[in-house]
């Protein structure tokens, strides 16, 4: 993995590890704040308080009593790809590998709101992790508004990939809000509080939030003029090859990586192998259902020797496709551009 930080770990998936529909535990990219808190599946507790007339205190024993469902989704980072942004802006300097797509499996949100008799004058609920803030790091909370926790799709997960949810992932409990940004994605769940208004904290304001309108790069936006991000970009990139790869002419090169699409679902991937002039459609694994990736592949048999300039672009069912150039903003989010690698095809 690229470790970005040892302390708290920031870790980067390589793409070739991004090839599979699973990105197994160990290859997963890792995001943190603030150091990993101290905890185990034995003693944790999260409680449930706010606009609700029967407060929780819920142990791991109790959430997997309740019914559990299996939820493949993509989690990525909202900063992922921010390095390629011109100008660069501060922030972890992510390439391509702040994504994974996992299945997790826990109990449904809504059944613990509806549990928790959640008051009708509750439109959030601040989730916050057993981590505390650090001298200038405050303490990672975040909001999520009600329409998107009665999803269906919105779990506590406690299993990844078919084992206890890993310590580094938020174990023994994290939030899963399938389609949203990494961020919403609340790892070592230890307290739910419903409340009529969006939390004010650091998280929710300034950090990740995005222009309502696109902002000259390099330039600075006015808090009013930012919204929470929620839903992610569609997006494909090349796991192999990789960039600067080298083949020998005769040999077929398999075109391969992930597209997804947050909210929406990926209709078509297509795949240049001249820097873009012409397009040709890729094939899509069958295996992806709603927010989680799907494995594109094409076949390539280079005509001749040369250096190849190759690229790939995701289409979703909503009409979204990745653009040659996306939109600057302060803080590097949701990069999508139409993916490149080089390939030296020699004779
Ligand atoms: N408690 C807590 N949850 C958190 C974070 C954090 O710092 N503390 N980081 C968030 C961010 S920004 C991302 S991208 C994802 C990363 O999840 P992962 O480490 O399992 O890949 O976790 C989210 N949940
Ligand atoms: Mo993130």
């Known amino acids: 993995m690229i470790v970005h930080n040892d302390f ?196 929710m304001n300034p950090a990740y939030r995005y222009p309502k309108n696109p902002v000259a790069p390099g330039s600075a936006a006015k808090p009013e003029d930012l919204d929470v991000l929620e839903g992610m970009a569609v997006k494909s990139f090349f796991a192999r090859p990789a960039d600067q790869t080298k083949v020998q002419l005769g040999t077929p090169v398999t075109l391969t990586g992930p597209a997804w699409a947050g909210e929406h679902n990926v209709a078509r991937v297509d795949v240049s192998t001249d820097g873009g002039a012409t397009w040709k459609t890729a094939s899509l694994s069958a295996q992806g259902r709603e927010f989680s990736w799907r494995i594109w592949k094409s076949e390539w048999r280079p005509a001749k020797p040369g250096y190849y300039t190759l690229c790939c672009r995701a289409t979703d069912t909503a009409g979204r496709t990745q653009p040659i150039e996306p939109a600057w903003n302060p803080s590097g989010y949701l990069w999508n551009a139409v993916d490149r690698v080089g390939v030296l095809v020699e004779g």
Not at 58 to 79: F, H
Request: include cysteine.
């Open 8 to 203: 708290p770990e920031d870790l980067e998936s390589l793409p070739e590890y991004l090839s599979t529909w699973i990105t197994p535990n160990d290859a997963f990219f890792v995001r943190q704040h603030l150091p990993r808190p101290r905890t185990s599946a034995e003693t944790h507790k999260v409680e449930v308080g706010g606009l609700a007339a029967n407060k929780l205190s819920l142990s791991i024993a109790d959430l997997r009593k309740l019914p559990q469902v299996s939820v493949p989704a993509v989690l990525e980072c909202a900063g992922n790809g921010r390095s390629y942004f011109r100008p660069k802006m501060p922030g972890l300097q992510w390439t391509k590998g702040a994504i994974g797509n996992a299945e997790w499996r826990g109990p449904r949100l809504a059944d613990i709101l509806a549990k928790a008799r959640a008051s009708t004058k509750a439109q959030f609920a601040d989730f916050d992790g057993l981590d505390v803030g650090v001298g200038k790091t405050p303490d990672f909370i975040r909001s999520i508004p009600m329409r998107k926790l009665q999803h269906p799709s919105t779990i506590l997960a406690l299993d990844m990939n078919g084992v206890p949810l890993p310590d580094l992932h938020g174990g023994p409990v994290r939030l899963v809000v399938p389609g949203w940004d990494g961020a919403s994605w609340v790892k070592w769940v230890s307290r739910i509080e419903l409340a009529d208004k969006m939390h004010t904290g650091f998280y």
